[in-house]
Each structure stands twice: as structure tokens, then as C-alpha cells.
């Protein structure tokens, strides 16, 4: 499903964008600086917050090798995917750090956000009904946790509104229901995806289905 969430980009930047995650983490494994392009338009400077995920592409099949971004646009977005981009390689927690040969078969796909809206409901039960399933994605915080997961994730795995808000709510360490809780914050954002249809291959926007 296709959805206006109020700010566009075009394939021609999802092309550039999608490129200088994939140059910033090669550099970063050769050990060489990347420079902040100078040379992008105004648009791509504004700040936005962005996701990296790498997708590890194997006979046909893809698995999850990095996935780490900005919820909250605090910084231009090129600076935000380059950060972005690098940490999702190499310091991503659940996983080894990527190697240069590697990112052969490995599939950059970057997701641009709108900025997270908590979301105002008179009673908890009612917040399934306020979440999209293939265009929104969560934020679950509460304390000092706090579980975030892109629309896609929904997508991939069939949740429904409800699952998708308990698997949030595991992402940040709390109980399964814990969205139910009056004290519990949940805040929802949209995407534009821009993902290598192959490893190195072409680089084209993502529709997702719900």
C-alpha cells in the first residue's frame, strides 16, 4: 500500500541515498574517511530521522545482518544515513561486524521517516484501531524503555495491528501487553524505502502490502 505521509522523495534520490549508505559503510570497513557530500540539494540537508537495514541475501532467501537508525530527525539526512549506515554494519548488537566481501551479498535498503506522533487515545483497547499494518510503524516507550520497529517488520512477518504492538512491546524488553498499561507511550511514524533490488543491483522504492 502506498501512502502520503506528507513529504516525498524521487527514485533518482532514493538511488543517491541508497548509494552513499552502501560507499559509507565500504569505507568505513577499508578504514577510509567519508566525506558529508557537499554538492546535494537543500532537500537532502533538511533533517529527517532514517533506518539502515541490511539484508543478507543467500540462495534466494534474506536474512536480517543490520539494521540501526535515527527515530527523530536530529540531523541533516545524509549525516543521518552515513551514521546510520555504518553502525547498522558494524555495531549492531545481535550481529558480528559486516566484512569488505560480505557486502557482496548483501542487499542496503534505507527508510526515511516522518517524525513519530504519540498517539491520544481515551482508553488503550482502542489503540489497534489507530495503527495502519503496512504503513505505520511503532514506538513503544515506557521508563526508560523504549522498542521501535518499521512498518515492514509487520509486513514480513503477517502480524496484525494488535501482534505488531505486543512484538514492540518485546523489542523494548517489557511484558507483551504492556501497551495496554496507561502509563505506556506509543507513537507511530510512516517510511519511504528505497532498497537494492539485488546486492550492488538496481535501486528502486519499496510498496508495501498490507
Not at 534520490?13 to 559503510?25: N, S, T, Y
Not at 523494548?172 to 550492488?200: G, N, Y
Request: glycine share 6%.
Amino acid at each position: 500500500m502506498s501512502v502520503n505521509v506528507g513529504f516525498e522523495f524521487s527514485r533518482e534520490e532514493g538511488v543517491f541515498l541508497v548509494g552513499l549508505a552502501r560507499d559509507a559503510i565500504e569505507r568505513a570497513l577499508l578504514s577510509e574517511e567519508m566525506p558529508i557530500p557537499s554538492y546535494v540539494s537543500e532537500k537532502l540537508t533538511k533533517e529527517h530521522g532514517v533506518f539502515v537495514t541490511l539484508n543478507k541475501q543467500d540462495r534466494g532467501s534474506h536474512s536480517l545482518r543490520g539494521c540501526i537508525g535515527l527515530p527523530y530527525p536530529v540531523k541533516p539526512l545524509t549525516e543521518a544515513i552515513i551514521d546510520s549506515a555504518v553502525n547498522s554494519a558494524l555495531n549492531d548488537p545481535r550481529f558480528p561486524p559486516v566484512s569488505l566481501k560480505e557486502m557482496d551479498s548483501i542487499i542496503v535498503e534505507v527508510s526515511i521517516l516522518t517524525p513519530p506522533q504519540e498517539l491520544d487515545v481515551k482508553v488503550p483497547q482502542d489503540i489497534p484501531d489507530r495503527i495502519e499494518v503496512g504503513v505505520d510503524g511503532l514506538i513503544v516507550s515506557r521508563g526508560n524503555q523504549r522498542g521501535l520497529l518499521l512498518p515492514q517488520v509487520a509486513v514480513d512477518w503477517g502480524w496484525d495491528a494488535e501482534e505488531f504492538l505486543t512484538q514492540c512491546c518485546l523489542k523494548a524488553w517489557l511484558q507483551p501487553d504492556a501497551w495496554l498499561l496507561l502509563d505506556t507511550k506509543i507513537s507511530k511514524f510512516q517510511t519511504i524505502i528505497f532498497s537494492e533490488v539485488e546486492p550492488r543491483g538496481t535501486i528502486e522504492p519499496v510498496v508495501m502490502d498490507n
